[in-house]
């Protein structure tokens, strides 16, 4: 069984925002979340970077860990689902995420925040309903990967700097990107997210 | 010809070593490394807890990248939290039971005299139980937001369990006005009457009412009393300024802050219901005639001669002579 993982090579992110808009389309999500975002870091300045960024999937998810209902699991793939109908609201899984990846429709004063939207590494919901069904897509988004797919995001990416896949591949191919050029500004948050870099 | 100065060799000798260090970063053509000045990020979280940056969508806050104290506040919560509490809260209920054991239910000395003294008014009464059962309501829903998935979560059923958890958070966010209400009340009624004073030191010294049969004098409320009514403002104060901070999220705080203000106010929490716990039982099961103090609001007149003489006589004083004259003997 696949690990997946994402992988943004800095040193190839322009900031299009291409897997910005390819998420939200794909996945039809609601005003104001956005899953993935891109952040460049030294705007302007020589050496900025922009990475592209969203739930990372973490290895041993702190979201999941702290949620008071335990509707945050991983799948066999390591992919972190949760489930819309348990969601509480409460918050938590946005104070423990490293990413920022857990948003919410509302505000959220009063603890009146909504049910929590993340990346759902375009994997379907983590609820009840059926796999690749029109109430999972109207709840979570696609569900690319029941049909073989990766995340939209990925695929779109026009410099293929946003890798999906199983995590062992896509370091692999990294890897031969900073052997080749010389380079590399290392896999952003993988430390963090499976406490494990890319050695390069 | 001179010999050229030290200064000079020194020059040179350092220029010497700088061009290796220039040259790695150019590349083999000579042009300058594309990644010369690249940003890393390991680099980056050394200098700082959480990496930041410039972001095109409109939701700024979503511009910072990486934040790895998520993963402490996790360990916190998760771990910290769950033995600290455990130990606290199981420890004072182990600590009462074994009080109950062995010194049993205080009862009063002289039996009861029939006769009865207020010692709360009504809206001393309300105040009290205003906040006492918004604290009630409070720790029941805030001890299930840290425990329910580990109790009630298996026994339960994760979907009714859901239901439970986003009751209770309703409960306990909107609650917490009530509870802040009532603390504000306590405290502008009592506050006067819990300033520590002379007898207050003699009373501790004495050990209070824990030795049996040396009652300590003491005036409207005992040295034990005063450290309840204090510890339970400071207490109250920090749960009410650190829930409200999450109950208005990004009103003057971002994650890490937010992060912070759980801690303070779980790790508070968790003592108070501690602490309220003994309150709870030296006010029901530990003290015979203490409980209808807040039930009736009036209390046997051997009652308030053993426990609170000072308080007593000066009651006695105003009764007889009339409010206008009474003398204070705190």
């Not at chain 1, 109908?85 to 920022?100: K, Q, R, S, V």
């Not at chain 2, 771990?79 to 600290?84: F, P, S």
């Not at chain 2, 966010?173 to 802040?180: C, G, K, L, Q, Y």
């Not at chain 2, 007898?199 to 409320?221: C, E, M, N, S, T």
Request: overall charge positive; some cysteine.
């Amino acid at each position: 069984m696949a690990r997946m993982k994402f992988l943004c090579d800095a040193d190839r992110c322009i900031d299009c925002n291409a897997c910005v808009t390819a998420c939200k389309n794909e996945n039809e999500v609601p005003w104001g979340i956005n899953r993935r975002r891109v952040i460049t870091i030294n705007d302007g300045k020589p050496g900025e970077r922009s990475v592209s960024m969203a739930c990372m999937h973490c290895t041993d998810a702190p979201c999941a860990a702290v949620c008071p209902v335990s509707c945050i699991f991983a799948t066999d793939d390591g992919v972190v689902l949760h489930s819309k109908d348990l969601c509480i609201g409460c918050g938590y899984c946005f104070y423990a995420c490293p990413f920022g990846a857990p948003q919410y429709p509302k505000v959220g004063n009063f603890g009146s925040r909504g049910k929590m939207d993340k990346c759902t590494y375009c994997a379907g919901g983590g609820g009840t309903e059926v796999s690749g069904s029109l109430e999972e897509y109207k709840k979570y988004g696609a569900n690319r990967l029941a049909q073989g797919k990766l995340p939209l995001c990925a695929e779109m990416c026009s410099t293929k700097s946003l890798l999906a896949g199983d995590g062992e591949i896509i370091a692999e191919i990294y890897k031969e990107r900073v052997l080749k050029r010389g380079y590399g500004s290392g896999a952003w948050g993988w430390m963090t997210a499976y406490k494990e870099g890319i050695a390069s | 010809m001179r010999l050229p100065s030290l200064k000079l060799v020194a020059a040179v000798f350092a220029l010497t070593l700088a061009i290796p260090a220039i040259a790695q970063q150019r590349a083999a053509d000579g042009a300058a490394a594309p990644d010369a000045n690249a940003v890393k990020e390991q680099q980056l979280l050394q200098q700082e807890s959480r990496i930041e940056g410039r972001i095109d969508i409109p939701d700024t806050r979503a511009r910072v990248l990486i934040q790895p104290a998520g993963r402490r506040w996790d360990y916190f919560h998760e771990i910290t939290l769950h033995r600290v509490g455990a130990v606290v809260i199981l420890g004072m209920l182990a600590l009462l039971g074994l009080a109950f054991l062995i010194l049993g239910r205080q009862r009063i000395s002289a039996g009861r005299s029939g006769k009865k003294i207020t010692r709360f008014s009504a809206f001393e009464r309300f105040s009290h139980w205003l906040t006492a059962v918004s604290f009630v309501l409070l720790g029941l829903t805030g001890l299930n937001i840290t425990f329910g998935k580990i109790v009630l979560l298996p026994l339960m059923g994760e979907s009714a369990f859901s239901d439970l958890a986003q009751l209770a958070k309703y409960v306990h966010n909107f609650v917490s006005f009530a509870f802040i209400l009532g603390l504000i009340l306590i405290v502008a009624l009592w506050i006067k009457d819990n300033i520590p004073r002379q007898v207050d030191i003699d009373w501790l010294k004495q050990g209070g009412g824990f030795v049996k049969g040396k009652h300590a004098p003491a005036g409207r409320f005992n040295a034990g009393e005063k450290a309840v009514f204090w510890c339970a403002l400071a207490a109250g104060a920090a749960v009410s300024v650190s829930g409200l901070l999450l109950l208005f999220p990004f009103f003057g705080t971002n994650i890490a802050t937010m992060q912070v203000a759980q801690v303070v106010h779980a790790l508070i929490a968790v003592l108070f219901v501690a602490l309220i716990l003994a309150h709870i039982y030296i006010g029901t099961l530990g003290m015979e005639g203490a409980f209808e103090a807040m039930g009736t609001g009036e209390v046997d007149v051997n009652w308030a001669k053993e426990h609170h003489d000072l308080w007593f006589v000066e009651k006695q004083a105003q009764q007889g002579l009339g409010p206008s004259s009474a003398t204070s003997i705190k």
